[in-house]
């Protein structure tokens, strides 16, 4: 049972565009949430998160909204460039959960052509 | 700022052989969690240390165990390997102490190979 689920295992975009990654959970106990971008043969890097009391952080170029009535997430990246390709993972945790477990999706490979 | 560091790199074992995986937290992090991540699905938790202690566990057997030092750094230790135990294994340092701040650094993973 996937708790956290990315429906699109890939995206494709075009540089100077918006790109929009979508995630949605279905554990209403989720109260924190979490992009982590990957490149190949690296650790995920933690983008940018929300706390469920607010609907939308903005972090420079990214962006992410949540509709808590929807259980769904999203992050928007404006404008999009080629050193934006890569593996997007969404994380969710509750404060029920010991300590920082986090769970992931399964991942968006963004691609963003010149 | 030393980050998170792991090794092996990439090994290869064969079924029903142990196996121990190594991080080194960042620097100034207590905690540390350990992820699998199999090849084209998203990280899933296997378990936390904080303060030497297990600080929660996913859905893992208990042949899936581990270890933290006094220096915070950890094992990940598998017995009896099976072909499913195949993936990149993750560490995750935090500084947090066992709170929920969700934010982990991760290091860039142990690629198993079991044949």
């Known amino acids: 049972d996937q708790q956290v689920k990315q429906n699109s295992p890939s995206l494709s975009v075009q540089e100077g565009r918006i790109s929009i990654l979508n995630c949605d959970y279905t554990n209403s106990m989720f109260d924190y949430f979490l992009w982590y971008k990957k490149y190949p043969a690296e650790g995920p890097t933690f983008l940018i998160s929300i706390s469920s009391i607010k609907d939308k952080n903005e972090d420079g170029r990214f962006t992410v909204f949540l509709n808590k009535s929807a259980k769904h997430l999203s992050l928007h990246i404006v404008p999009s460039q080629p050193g934006d390709s890569a593996v997007y993972f969404c994380?969710?945790?509750?404060?029920?959960?010991?300590?920082?477990?986090?769970?992931f999706g399964g991942g968006t490979r963004l691609m963003v052509k010149p | 700022e030393t980050g998170v560091t792991q090794s092996p790199t990439h090994l290869i074992k064969t079924r029903g052989q142990q196996v121990t995986l190594r991080c080194s937290s960042q620097s100034g992090h207590n905690t540390v969690s350990w992820y699998q991540q199999a090849l084209g699905q998203g990280p899933q938790f296997i378990f936390q240390y904080y303060r030497e202690e297990e600080n929660g566990r996913g859905n893992f057997p208990p042949r899936f165990s581990g270890l933290q030092f006094p220096n915070y750094s950890s094992e990940l230790n598998v017995n009896a390997l099976e072909l499913d135990d195949s993936a990149l294994y993750l560490c995750?340092?935090?500084?947090?102490?066992?709170?929920?701040?969700?934010?982990?650094?991760f290091g860039e993973g142990s690629r198993l190979t079991v044949l």
């Open positions: 995750a340092s935090s500084g947090s102490g066992g709170a929920n701040t969700g934010e982990l650094f």
């Open positions: 994380a969710a945790s509750a404060l029920y959960n010991a300590g920082n477990m986090l769970t």
